[in-house]
């Protein structure tokens, strides 16, 4: 159920409506949009009694929502989501593209720093890099954990760059929603619900990616997980999925992106290296998903991708992702987007995450 407030609609008003929703035992889901604010309703197990909410003041009307996924559809909010960074002028979703670069993992604080350098150089506004890895092997590199988060944060201070790293498991989650911007749920776990719904208490973007083998509507459902539990900064990422193709690691499914534009207002995201597991096919892919219409791009570089302790076979090196970011941001043109070229910090922000 979806409550349209009217576009005149108080501050005060929209609370009343909310708190004549939890006190109805379910839960009230504020949306601000550009003309309205939407109101969806969760937690009822069949239907809610629409009468009195349609006679609340600041109610223009009462809407049943037919899809399964509510807060994540078009139907509860028309425009794009944009998430941004307080103090930053970083964005992600509309009509600036977000551009995420660095390592697999997070290697040393050398290695971190040596790249870091040279993709916010090449312009990207956000960092990647893996202090928790999900291997398919338990003796391959699992990751320095709380140690890379601090090499991050140490990057994010010297370079202003956003940090996006992954959460696998409850007690990352903890630490990476501490330390990071972004906080990433992995393909192998976009269906590990207790973690979703974790994610979705914390206050910070979670960058969710599609399931090896997810549809569409379980990816969307995915992504009402987190926000049914309150956190609305949730933007979606095609990785690839398994085919029988064996020309590539994965099969970079990019008719998803229209599809999800077309259900979501939440931005979607591609990432080109783990959709093909192959250096030669990041830059194509990473054209064509722009050229799609993706919100931005997540990509592995490395300055030694041959020494890489993980996925060094599709990371490509910093003068590659220069490349990349001057035809991405080419091709964005044509669509009437662009690719900002790197973050702007603002003083005080400066200050305070210096502190
Ligand atoms: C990653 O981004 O390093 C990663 C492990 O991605 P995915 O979950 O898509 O495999
Ligand atoms: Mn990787």
């Known amino acids: 159920m979806l409550v349209v407030m009217k576009a005149q609609a108080t501050p005060e008003e929209i609370k009343a409506v909310c708190e004549h929703i939890e006190g109805l035992g379910y839960r009230a889901h504020p949306l601000p949009g550009a003309q309205r604010t939407a109101i969806g309703i969760t937690g009822n197990q069949g239907e809610v009694d629409r009468g009195n909410i349609e006679e609340l003041a600041g109610v223009a009307e009462v809407i049943r929502v037919s899809k399964p996924y509510k807060l994540v559809s078009r139907d509860v909010k028309d425009e794009d989501t944009v998430i941004r960074f307080a103090g930053t002028d970083a964005t992600i979703g509309g009509a600036k593209l ?11 604080r050398e290695q971190a720093f040596t790249i870091a350098e040279q993709v916010a150089a090449a312009g990207a506004q956000f960092f990647r890099g893996g202090a928790y890895k999900p291997r398919t092997s338990p003796y391959a590199f699992q990751g320095l954990g709380e140690e890379a988060l601090k090499i991050m944060a140490e990057v994010r201070e010297r370079f202003g760059l956003r940090i996006v790293t ?8 903890e630490l990476v929603a501490e330390y990071a911007d972004v906080i990433q749920i992995g393909a192998r776990n976009m269906q590990n619900f207790s973690l ?7 206050r910070k973007p979670v960058l969710l ?7 569409l509507e379980e990816f969307l459902m995915a992504a009402e997980y987190i926000m049914s539990e309150g956190n609305y900064e949730v933007i979606l990422c095609e990785r690839g999925v398994r085919t029988f193709a064996d020309h590539t690691r994965n099969t970079l499914d990019l008719s998803i992106v229209p599809a999800v534009q077309r259900e979501s207002h939440l931005p979607i995201l591609v990432d080109p290296s783990h959709g093909t597991g192959k250096r030669n096919k990041v830059l194509p892919l990473a054209r064509a998903a722009v ?5 931005g791009l997540i990509v592995e570089v490395h300055h030694q991708p041959d020494k890489a302790l993980s996925d060094g076979m599709q990371s490509i090196v910093p003068e590659q992702f220069v490349q990349l970011m001057d035809e991405c941001s080419q091709i964005a043109t044509v669509l009437h987007r662009s690719v900002p070229r790197g973050i702007h910090v603002s003083e005080s922000a400066a200050a305070v995450s210096a502190r």
């Open 98 to 108: 977000a551009m995420i670069a660095g390592p697999c993992s997070i290697e040393s």
């Open 166 to 173: 992954e959460a696998i498991d409850h007690e990352a989650l």
């Open 196 to 202: 979703l719904k974790a994610a979705g208490r914390k």
């Open 209 to 215: 990616k599609r399931g090896l083998a997810a549809t």
């Open 291 to 295: 050229a799609v219409g993706a919100d």
